[in-house]
């Protein structure tokens, strides 16, 4: 007979403790509880629940309590307030921000301890090497090495795929000995 | 100043006027420390909380987007902290904290059946999932509604209405196991 299924109507009964039914829905749950022996104990049941769990409240610390809350509150708030970083509002504490990460950007950016380019100054050691080397010994014997038709070999590049094991130079003109005298 | 509403005083202490903050102070901190309390059930760790929620929304006043009200923030900020302070100092600590015996002319054999169930349903509340009790606690102790459950615990309205009557199904059958 009952209109309304208990499911719905339990939750309508919660509804209605809680926040109260208004107009229709009132007269749907009421005409259900009158048929529904359940539901009743169910809104018995919840409204004693719910009113004891509601007065259920921790008593009042006492005044002392809230004054001493007052007092220790002030002087966390006068800290607060003296220390230097309150004085200034955010935005000013935002643009401070701003420009200490600015500056230490063009201090690691141009600083005087900045090493010239590290790729620029292996490549002309590099070169000089190979100037030095040449002259003593004359050109590298994997002479395709250096084929610049092949286009995209640079030389470090090349001089990296050589094996220093393997290396050898032949010497292309003829070194006379000096007498270690002489240089005494 | 007593008939501002909060996000006036939220205004005046944007423009620098110590005393709105005062007021604010003034107006919720009694309630909110009352929650604390009933949550943390120490009355130092609450007062404590309570503090530092007043000193957050102190320095965080200037950027409050004023989305919210300032209650459902400061309240935010101080379950926010009470959910961390419960994390830390779990398992529970005693439920007989603030207990005392119901006070009324009954017997004493009634009274002490009285003692017993609120013991009861102190247990069976702190056993809720963390959610469904703060839900609980805020429409009923608070009397909040549900928008601004949810502005303080996150969600929305009609989830904080089925979190309450979760909580309150879940209590009532605990309350049942527990007899």
Request: net charge negative; aromatic share 8%; hydrophobic share 40%.
């Amino acid at each position: 007979m009952k209109g309304m299924g208990c499911s719905k109507a339990e939750k309508r009964i919660l509804q209605d403790l809680d926040e109260g039914l208004g107009g229709r829905e009132r007269e749907r749950i009421e005409d259900h509880l009158r048929d529904c022996e359940s539901c009743r104990s169910f809104r018995l049941e919840m409204g004693e629940m719910l009113g004891s769990v509601a007065a259920d409240v921790p008593e009042d610390p006492g005044e002392q309590f809230w004054k001493m809350y007052q007092v220790s509150l002030d002087a966390k708030l006068k800290e607060r307030e003296l220390s230097p970083g309150a004085a200034l509002g955010w935005g000013w504490k935002a643009a401070g921000a701003l420009v200490g990460a600015c500056l230490v950007v063009a201090v690691v950016w141009l600083g005087p301890w900045q090493e010239p380019t590290p790729a620029l100054g292996d490549t002309q050691r590099m070169v000089a090497l190979l100037d030095d080397l040449t002259r003593l010994y004359g050109p590298l014997e994997p002479e395709d090495s250096y084929d610049d038709a092949a286009g995209e070999q640079t030389l470090g590049t090349a001089y990296s795929q050589v094996d220093p094991e393997r290396l050898t130079f032949a010497p292309w003109f003829e070194v006379e000995e000096e007498s270690n005298h002489l240089l005494l | 100043m007593d008939a501002m509403k909060d996000a006036q005083l939220v205004k005046e202490f944007r423009k620098g006027d110590r005393e709105a903050f005062s007021e604010l102070v003034r107006r919720h901190s009694r309630p909110l420390t009352m929650m604390l309390i009933r949550i943390l059930k120490d009355e130092e760790e609450a007062k404590d909380i309570s503090q530092t929620a007043f000193l957050k929304a102190f320095e965080g006043l200037p950027r409050f987007m004023m989305a919210s009200s300032f209650k459902t923030w400061l309240y935010s900020i101080a379950i926010n902290a009470a959910k961390d302070q419960l994390r830390k100092r779990r398992p529970v600590t005693s439920l007989d904290t603030y207990e005392s015996l119901p006070d009324g002319a009954e017997s004493p054999g009634t009274r002490l059946d009285e003692a017993r169930k609120l013991r009861m349903m102190r247990e069976a509340m702190e056993s809720l999932p963390e959610k469904q009790r703060a839900t609980l606690q805020l429409r009923l102790y608070e009397e909040m509604d549900y928008k601004e459950i949810a502005g303080i615990l996150g969600g929305t309205a009609g989830g904080a209405r089925g979190n309450f009557f979760q909580a309150v199904r879940s209590l009532k059958g605990m309350l049942e196991q527990l007899r």
